[in-house]
C-alpha cells in the first residue's frame, strides 16, 4: 500500500485523507458527513438550504457523532431585485404544465430560496468553530471574512478559472477549488458570466497549480480511484467529490433523482439556469429539454424555482422527476452505491494502491 505523496490539506485540515465530501445544497446531510469523517476524509455540511436553527443543529449532531474535522459550507451570492415583468413571463411560460397537473397558474407558492452568508450564520459558525468553512460564488464582505478567519478556521472557495482562483488567494484563502466544468451542481464562477468559456478539470488543474501558492484541491468529474490519482499527478493536493456519495444512502435524494443517476450516461448532463436562475449541471429530463436548457426568461437566481416548485411536487408524486434539479456531474456512470464510509474507505485504498503501482 502507497502513502500520499502531498501531505499539504492533510496537515493544513488534519484530516486522514485528502478526499472532501462535495457540500450538495439539498443531498448533502449531517449523516453523510459523518460517515466521511469517521473514514478518514473531510465532512461537509451545506447550509445554503437551512435556516440558521437548522444549521446549528446540523453542526451540534455532526459535533456529538465525530471528531474528526470538519467543512462547513456557505453561499456568497447578493440576493436579487424582484423582477416582476421577468416573473409574470416565467409564469406564464409554465402556465401550460400547470394546466397539465391541474394546478391554477395563478397561485404560486413561496418556494425555499438560498440563504447567503451573513451576520446570523457567521455567529454560528464562531459558536462551533469548525476546523474548515467554504464558500461558493466568491467570498462574503471583509468583516465577515475576518471573523470566520478569527475563529482559527481554514477558509476555502470555488474557483472556475486561474483568474478566480488567484484572486481567492489574494484574498486570504488557504487553498483554493479548481471547479472543473465536469462538476454536477451549480457553477462556482464569480467573476465571469461566460458560461461558454468555462474550463475542464483536466486543463484547469495544473494552471491553477501553477498560479497560486496554496494547495489545490480538484473537483469536477472525479468519481473513482483513476480520478483521484489523475488529479494529484496534475498538481491537486486532494479532491472534492460531490456525485460519487450522491449513490450513498446518507444522501438526501428523492427515488426520481436515484434512478436518473443509475441510468446516466456520460452525455446525460447539462448546464442548465431553469431551476433556480443560475448554471447549474444536472441530468437532462423534460423541463431541460422544453425550457432550456438555458432560458432568458427564468427569474435570477434563486427566484426561479418558486414556479417549478408545484410542478416538482406533483411530477414526484406520480413517479416522474420531470421538474426536479437532478444534479449530476459527468462521470456519474462510475458511481457506486455504497454506504458512505464504505465508499471513502474503498477510494482510499484503491487510490494508495494505484500511486504505489505508478
Keep these: 500500500m502507497g502513502t500520499w505523496r502531498d501531505r499539504r490539506i492533510l496537515d493544513l485540515f488534519g484530516i486522514e485523507a485528502p478526499i472532501v465530501l462535495g457540500p450538495m445544497a ?11 469523517c469517521e473514514a478518514g476524509g473531510l465532512g461537509s455540511l451545506p447550509c445554503a438550504l437551512l435556516s440558521v436553527e437548522q444549521a446549528r443543529d446540523g453542526i451540534a449532531l455532526i459535533r456529538s457523532k465525530t471528531r474528526g474535522p470538519i467543512n462547513i459550507n456557505f453561499f456568497c451570492h447578493v440576493p436579487p431585485q424582484t423582477d416582476a415583468a421577468r416573473s409574470m413571463a416565467w409564469r406564464a411560460r409554465l402556465a401550460e404544465y400547470y394546466v397539465e397537473y391541474g394546478l391554477d397558474p395563478e397561485v404560486t407558492p413561496p418556494a425555499a430560496g438560498r440563504r447567503p452568508f451573513d451576520n446570523d450564520f457567521c455567529a454560528v459558525v464562531e459558536e462551533f468553530k469548525p476546523e474548515v468553512v467554504s464558500f461558493h460564488f466568491g467570498l462574503p464582505d471583509k468583516s465577515l471574512f475576518d471573523r470566520v478567519k478569527a475563529t482559527g478556521a481554514k477558509v476555502i472557495a470555488s ?33 465571469t458570466q461566460d458560461y461558454a468559456a468555462q474550463v475542464g478539470t483536466f486543463a484547469l488543474v495544473p494552471q491553477v497549480a501553477d498560479a497560486v501558492s496554496v494547495p489545490v484541491i480538484a473537483a469536477g ?11 494529484f499527478a496534475l498538481g491537486a493536493s486532494a479532491v472534492q467529490m460531490g456525485t460519487a456519495y450522491l449513490f450513498c444512502p446518507e444522501a438526501k435524494v428523492p427515488e426520481v433523482h436515484r434512478i436518473a443517476l443509475r441510468e446516466c450516461q456520460d452525455d446525460s448532463t447539462v448546464l442548465t439556469n431553469i431551476f433556480t436562475g443560475r448554471p447549474a449541471r444536472g441530468i437532462i429530463n423534460r423541463a431541460i429539454r422544453e425550457l432550456g436548457p ?8 434563486p427566484l426561479a424555482g418558486a414556479a ?19 444534479w449530476s456531474g459527468q462521470a456519474a456512470r462510475l458511481g457506486r452505491e455504497l454506504p458512505a464510509g464504505e465508499l471513502t474507505r474503498v477510494l482510499i485504498s484503491e487510490s494508495l494502491a494505484k500511486m504505489a503501482q505508478a
Excluded at 294 to 301: D, E, N, R
Aim: hydrophobic share 50%; glycine share 14%; charged share 15%.
Design 159 to 191: 474557483a472556475t478559472t486561474v483568474a478566480e482562483a488567484r484572486w481567492l488567494e489574494a484574498h486570504g484563502c488557504d487553498a483554493v477549488i479548481a471547479m472543473g466544468v465536469e462538476a454536477g451542481g451549480h457553477r462556482g464562477n464569480f467573476l
Design 221 to 231: 468529474g472525479i468519481t473513482d480511484a483513476r480520478g483521484i490519482v489523475a488529479a
Design 294 to 301: 438555458l432560458s432568458s426568461v427564468a427569474p435570477a437566481f
Design 308 to 326: 417549478l416548485a408545484p410542478l416538482k411536487a406533483k411530477a414526484e408524486q406520480a413517479g416522474k422527476g420531470d421538474f426536479t434539479s437532478l
Design 26 to 36: 439539498g443531498p448533502g446531510t449531517p449523516e453523510l458527513a459523518i460517515a466521511v
